[in-house]
């Protein structure tokens, strides 16, 4: 059996975790999140980290628990740092405007787009080109940040729309005059 994985997670000072049945509940200073796990999987918390347990070593119970621990160690990361995705728009006229805590983007269609910040998501405008998607669930700023990124996908032409922070957009040659 490997030692990957059975590392306990340090809970830092300020985080609570509790556990009620197979239900892992996480408080910090940014918020609370809590969810339900697999009844197989033994989770107990002590002496200020968390640890997870598999009864045995079949191949369910294996990525269960891989599974397991992951999401525990990113629900107390979210609680106590937060989560944070970063995108860029590219384009002539593309921009974003913040509306109290929803974002309006120009994306080169014929009327500007209202994007509305999900429960727990908040939208930071770093200049009108550059936004931050920030909050406590990292599956939900994921999934808010692809959808932004969705409503124009950076074209492989123009490099035009929007992408994450740092990503590359492999260019296409256009037609050739021949």
């Known amino acids: ?5 059975k590392e306990p997670i340090p809970v ?21 999140l809590s969810q339900d796990f697999h009844p197989d999987m033994i989770i ?15 191949n369910l ?4 628990h891989g599974l397991t621990r992951t999401l525990i160690a990113n629900m107390v990361e979210g609680v106590t740092t937060g989560f944070e995705k970063n995108l860029e728009i590219h384009g002539v006229g593309y921009r974003a405007v913040a509306r109290d805590r ?9 009327h500007p787009i209202l994007v509305k910040a999900p429960e727990g998501i908040e939208f930071e405008l770093v200049t009108p080109t550059k936004i931050r998607v920030k909050g406590v669930d990292k599956q939900k700023v994921g999934q808010v940040a692809a959808k932004i990124r969705a409503l124009r996908k950076p074209d492989p032409y123009k490099g035009k729309g929007v992408r994450y922070a740092g990503e590359y ?6 037609k050739s005059a021949g």
């Open 61 to 64: 119970h294996r990525s269960l």
């Open 1 to 5: 059996m490997s030692r990957i994985g």
């Open 169 to 174: 957009v492999r260019r296409k040659a256009g």
């Open 12 to 32: 830092p000072p300020g985080a609570e975790v509790r556990i009620e049945g197979n239900r892992v509940q996480v408080k910090g200073p940014k918020g609370e």
């Open 44 to 58: 107990e918390v002590e002496e200020g980290s968390v640890t997870v347990r598999r009864p045995s070593d079949s």
């Open 102 to 110: 929803d974002i309006e983007l120009s994306l080169g269609f014929s």
